[in-house]
């Protein structure tokens, strides 16, 4: 549980520094250096993140879900209605002319 939320405080993070980037980016030129730095800081926390899930993989503190097409089972659905009886109340009736 605790490696779910250090992956998430990290994806975070890296959320948090691409917006200031952005807004950085928005703002013109004379924050340019400071773009740079919030972009690097992004990229440092994506690399960690990925070195972090790796190596808890590595060590089994986590399972990865690996997908085996084989075991793909498949559900058929039954029909769970009832057949309704019609009753001769709910039968459209024919229309009747009259002749004067």
Not at 25 to 38: A, F, H, I, W
Not at 47 to 76: E, H, Y
Request: proline share 5%.
């Amino acid at each position: 549980m605790l490696i779910k939320w250090i992956i998430t405080a990290l994806l975070l993070i890296i959320l948090y520094h691409l917006f200031r980037a952005l807004f950085a980016m928005l703002k013109g030129q004379e924050t340019s250096k400071n773009m740079s730095k919030m972009l690097g800081k992004r990229v440092l926390f994506s690399l960690a993140v990925v070195l972090f899930i790796s190596l808890t993989s590595q060590f089994g503190l986590i399972k990865p879900n690996r997908f085996d097409p084989s075991t793909i089972r498949t559900q058929t659905q039954t029909s769970t209605t009832k057949p309704h009886p019609q009753s001769a109340n709910t039968k459209r009736q024919p229309e009747m002319q009259s002749v004067d």
